[in-house]
């Protein structure tokens, strides 16, 4: 997730063109409401609550921990059996930090490849980076003389590079697409450029979330969907075609109760429900691309506050489509399209 200054655009886009209804996914925690790891058996039962909406789920680290200071989560050796159990595909994300000088790459790409062969046909597809090109900007709390922990697009494309040649050696170039996850403004402003134009780029997931803009409910569809459009646009036009790149929207949501207020930004379930119905469901509709993946699966109580671009503590617990207990939040996760159900 992310935070963001930019302002947004208030007034309706034109519908995009409609291959197929897209796909609905979820972002997946990989804790326990106590920050403990989640074993193979937490991450079923997990899946067994998603299934009814989804089939697919998306990570962020193959090894988590050293940002929370609490236990390392082997992320893939857990979540990928189950996965496969109950037929769901993931989109593993490695996670990459200029600040350890790509320390956590390295180890990620070792832990992925344990498993990446014994499970190809349950990953479908890898991010290198998580927001890096974003996050490659000093922090309002940083001290002085801090450096960013992000990446530029030159470096993050040489990284998407490595990762390639490293399924070449191990015999799996081609099994799954590769890209990275950022914000849409990465794109849309030009960042990301040597990104797209990569040859080893055949995913991209674009983050965008109307509640960070600081969006009143009955604005967020619009804002949502003109952001998804200004980094489609980007993308498509320095890809050179329509078809080359698979495009995701990689994260959207709304809080709930317990969330954040900025302004007319309001958290609450009702809000989050009418974002989910009207903003995620619209997005599935007419998305020129594979689907969406809601922030986040399940509250994660145990996250720390952070601090926005704004200077501003912002709560991330209560991101959740479901509680933490797993019961919903919504009356209903179906999005319906002209009398037919996604």
């Given at each position: 997730m992310r935070f963001s200054s930019f302002a947004a655009v208030a007034a309706a886009t034109a519908p995009l063109a409609v291959h197929a209804k897209g796909q609905l996914g979820y972002a997946l925690g990989v804790r326990m409401t106590d920050g403990k790891c989640k074993t193979q058996a937490d991450y079923a039962a997990d899946l067994k609550v998603l299934a009814d909406s989804s089939k697919i789920v998306r990570t962020y680290s193959a090894i988590?921990?050293?940002?929370?200071?609490?236990?390392?989560?082997?992320?893939?050796?857990?979540?990928?059996?189950?996965?496969?159990?109950?037929?769901?595909?993931?989109?593993?994300?490695?996670?990459?930090?200029s600040s350890d000088?790509?320390?956590?790459?390295?180890?990620?790409?070792?832990?992925?490849?344990?498993?990446?062969?014994?499970?190809?046909?349950?990953?479908?597809?890898?991010?290198?980076?998580?927001?890096?090109?974003?996050?490659?900007?000093?922090?309002?709390?940083?001290?002085?003389?801090?450096?960013?922990?992000?990446?530029?697009?030159?470096?993050?494309?040489?990284?998407?590079?490595?990762?390639?040649?490293?399924?070449?050696?191990?015999?799996?170039?081609?099994?799954?697409?590769?890209?990275?996850?950022?914000?849409?403004?990465?794109?849309?402003?030009?960042?990301?450029?040597?990104?797209?134009?990569s040859p080893y780029v055949d995913i991209l997931l674009v983050n965008a979330f109307a509640y960070w803009q600081y969006q009143p409910i009955n604005n967020a569809t619009n804002t949502y969907l003109d952001d998804l459009q200004q980094a489609m646009h980007l993308i498509q036009v320095e890809a050179g075609s329509d078809t080359k790149i698979e495009l995701w929207n990689g994260e959207t949501g709304w809080p709930t109760e317990g969330g954040t207020t900025f302004g007319d930004t309001v958290p609450s379930t009702a809000n989050a429900e009418t974002f989910f119905k009207q903003g995620v469901c619209?997005?599935?509709?007419?998305?020129?691309?594979?689907?969406?993946?809601?922030?986040?699966?399940?509250?994660?109580?145990?996250?720390?506050?952070?601090?926005?671009?704004?200077?501003?503590?912002?709560?991330?617990?209560?991101?959740?489509?479901?509680?933490?207990?797993?019961?919903?939040?919504?009356?209903?996760?179906?999005?319906?399209?002209?009398?037919?159900?996604?």
């Open positions: 988590d921990g050293g940002q929370q200071g609490g236990p390392l989560c082997h992320v893939p050796g857990e979540l990928l059996p189950a996965a496969k159990d109950a037929g769901f595909s993931v989109i593993l994300g490695l996670w990459i930090d000088n790509e320390a956590s790459f390295s180890k990620d790409m070792d832990e992925f490849f344990t498993y990446a062969s014994k499970y190809q046909d349950v990953i479908y597809a890898v991010t290198v980076g998580s927001e890096a090109l974003y996050r490659n900007q000093t922090k309002p709390d940083a001290p002085p003389n801090a450096l960013p922990a992000g990446l530029s697009g030159d470096d993050l494309a040489n990284a998407i590079e490595t990762f390639h040649n490293r399924t070449i050696d191990a015999g799996l170039e081609g099994k799954y697409k590769i890209g990275t996850a950022d914000s849409w403004n990465k794109f849309q402003d030009g960042t990301a450029i040597p990104v797209v134009q619209a997005a599935l509709d007419w998305w020129d691309g594979a689907g969406a993946f809601y922030f986040s699966a399940f509250d994660e109580p145990w996250k720390p506050e952070s601090l926005g671009d704004n200077n501003k503590l912002a709560n991330e617990n209560h991101w959740g489509a479901f509680k933490a207990d797993r019961s919903a939040k919504f009356s209903d996760y179906s999005c319906k399209y002209s009398g037919s159900e996604l």
